[in-house]
């Protein structure tokens, strides 16, 4: 999926964009299946992990997040568990396999407010290796102004350690924290911008700063993220309190420290082995 060059910007820049990561005959299905998640209508009968918001309930100025929507629906999982997807963030991350940890279903209609600039990583030390590879797969045609997901160029190299998790769901300023951080690590901050048209994306790493902000434009920005870890990563109990620990440790085995394949399946290892039945 992914051309020598399109590594080495990886590696130089922290994320690199891609032109096509899906069929484009999926794009409208998926956003039926948007829609249906989003009124609480889960085809499987399993809800989602988070459920940030819901059609009648939640503030309609709010960007619209779920987070593993593929346990409540079968066309978001045939996307989030695609076993090339997987092996394109293996390869970027340097790993024998890739394990999904966490999908993430964002809908930002017009006028929608900001999401905050984070770093995936801080929010992660509930498992080891703590780390993260993610591919964001825009819905429909992107751009600065419709708040599509910006990059902090080079932010995977900054340093590491201090990174408080701030506000993630309409921050009054959603630049605020990177600003910072640049400031603090004394480096120049190169902001940019993954204008994709629908179906294309892009894959970034762990500790690069991202975040979005409002959507200033007459258009829907509907996206679906792959987060993945490590086909090797295993739980870290002492980190359970920390970032998403809460939400995700619920799936440890009262005795050791085996991320289930049940609720983390592997979407492709190095030798051939994908969780059976995805
Ligand atoms: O879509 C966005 O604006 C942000 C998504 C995000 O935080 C992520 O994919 O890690």
Redesign the pocket.
């Given at each position: 999926m992914l051309a020598a060059d399109d590594q080495a910007r990886f590696h130089a820049d922290g994320f690199v964009t891609v032109d096509s990561l899906i069929d484009n005959s999926l794009i409208d299905p998926l956003k039926d299946r948007f829609e249906r998640l989003f009124r609480g209508d889960f085809e499987t009968g399993t809800a989602p992990d988070e459920v940030n918001w819901q059609h009648r309930s939640s503030d309609p100025t709010l960007t619209r997040q779920i987070c593993n929507g593929w346990k409540a629906d079968r066309l978001i999982a045939s996307v989030v568990l695609d076993a090339g997807l997987g092996e394109a963030a293996a390869r970027l991350a340097g790993w024998p396999g890739a394990r999904i940890v966490q999908d993430?279903v964002?809908w930002k209609p017009p006028g929608a407010r900001s999401?905050g600039f984070?770093r995936?990583n801080a929010y992660l030390s509930w498992y080891t290796p703590t780390e993260m590879l993610?591919c964001?797969i825009a819905l429909d045609d992107t751009t600065a102004a419709g708040g599509t997901?910006e990059l902090a160029r080079g932010s995977h190299r900054w340093p590491t350690g201090s990174d408080a998790m701030g506000e993630f769901h309409a921050p009054d300023d959603y630049r605020a924290p990177v600003v910072a951080a640049a400031e603090t690590a004394g480096l120049e901050l190169d902001i940019a911008a993954v204008e994709v048209t629908a179906g294309g994306g892009s894959f970034h790493h762990g500790w690069a700063w991202?975040?979005?902000g409002p959507n200033r434009s007459g258009r829907h920005r509907r996206?679906l993220?792959l987060?993945c870890a490590s086909s090797e990563a295993r739980f870290r109990r002492a980190g359970f309190a920390d970032g998403n620990g809460p939400v995700y440790s619920r799936y440890a085995h009262l005795t050791g420290d085996e991320m289930d394949e049940n609720h983390f399946p592997i979407l492709w290892r190095s030798d051939g082995y994908r969780t059976p039945g995805i």
């Open positions: 993430n964002i999401l984070h995936d993610s964001w997901m991202h975040g979005s996206s993220v987060h």
